[in-house]
């Protein structure tokens, strides 16, 4: 019996393309903010799981005395007060014409990423949170929801992605460029640290890369087996990453970010103060 080449026949047929597009728009965009982070930026990663069953409980009892809100707004307040309690963290790497330095910033503003659709197609872009630590969860909640649902003329980050639709990779590389070696032209445009998360329970861990010296990364919130005080029980899980610059920030303030917005999440005592003041 005959047995076909493998070299031959059907299966030997390069694999047909599908589509083929240029790199331009908000992709080239984004792309240009993933290169500089590639290429400009030492990541660090590390994880934790965080227990946060008090968390979801003070959620739900802020959802009922002030106004209904997503975790979301919790994950970014947590972030800037991790980054209050540490201020050296809220600084970048930038270019300069004979050397690099280092920028600390006065105001926490978290990037996060929002997804909607756009001119007829859906659209990933950069939402800000300026001054972060000091809004309330209400007020955070109100601009995240005004990202998400806007008219698109009404916001600077969707006009500024609508600028950019027609964009090739050049351009984006030169406003990358500025933003490089001009913190005030960076700060303008973006955030100095950021969130990222996936939804439900599906993925673990997510490690995000980004232009800046922190970025806490969201993953997997499920109920699972755990240790509260000498006993085992069964609490909410919520499994977190923390990407660092390591040319900006020690190896010590890291762990201190870490432990910070470990503290933030697992006790909700930021959520429990606001309640407090509105009692």
Known sequence: ????????????LPNPIAESRTVRGEEAYIYGFKSRAQHHHCLGYGTASLEVSELLRLHKQYCRAVRTITLVPIYAKATALAL??????????????FGLR????????????????????????????RNAAKKSLAQLQEEISFYQHCDPADSPAIRRIRQFSRMPLWLARAIHWRMTWDPEFYAGNVGTCGLTFVGGDWFEHFLPIAPTSVVFGIGGLKQEP???????VVGDVLKCSLMVDNYVISGLTAAHLARDFKELLESGSFIREELEKRS
């Open 1 to 12: 019996m005959k047995t076909q080449n493998p070299g031959h026949g059907p299966s030997a």
């Open 84 to 97: 209050q309690r540490n201020p050296e963290a809220n600084a970048i790497l930038f270019r300069k014409p």
């Open 102 to 129: 280092i920028v600390r910033f006065e105001r926490i503003d978290v990037n996060l990423p929002i997804t909607r659709e756009i001119d007829g197609r859906p659209v990933t872009f950069i939402g800000t949170l």
């Open 226 to 232: 755990c240790v509260r005080g000498r006993e085992i």
